[in-house]
């Protein structure tokens, strides 16, 4: 049988803060970004990678497009002509990164 020691203690929580569980934290997260547009700047920021390295690991190669491409379906616009902008359906874009994390820097 395991022994058990019950503590209890105050530990205060400073008037500027609030004490909410890990779930509650998570979903506030995740609506932060929901109904959000990322353009190419918000991708790098949110990546910490380059232009460069984000269309040659992540944009361009066709497995990943055929999934990200509105053209397809899919939550990124791709510029059609010089001077358009990226678009990236944020919250789709953040789930996306996420899963694919191990395809992204593996390939």
């Known amino acids: 049988m395991m022994q058990q020691l019950e503590v209890n203690l105050i530990i205060p929580i400073p008037n500027d803060s609030v004490l909410i569980t890990k779930i509650e934290l998570e979903e506030f997260q995740r609506q932060q970004i929901v109904g959000v547009y990322w353009n190419m700047k918000d991708l790098e920021q949110r990546t910490g990678r380059k232009i460069d ?17 509105v053209d397809n379906g899919g939550f990124v616009y791709y510029p059609k002509s010089k001077g358009q902008a990226w678009a990236f359906h944020a919250s789709k874009m953040a789930n996306f990164l996420d899963k694919n994390f191990h395809r992204i820097f593996k390939e």
């Open 53 to 69: 390295w984000l269309k040659v690991k992540l944009l361009f190669p066709v497995h990943f497009r055929k999934t990200l491409d």
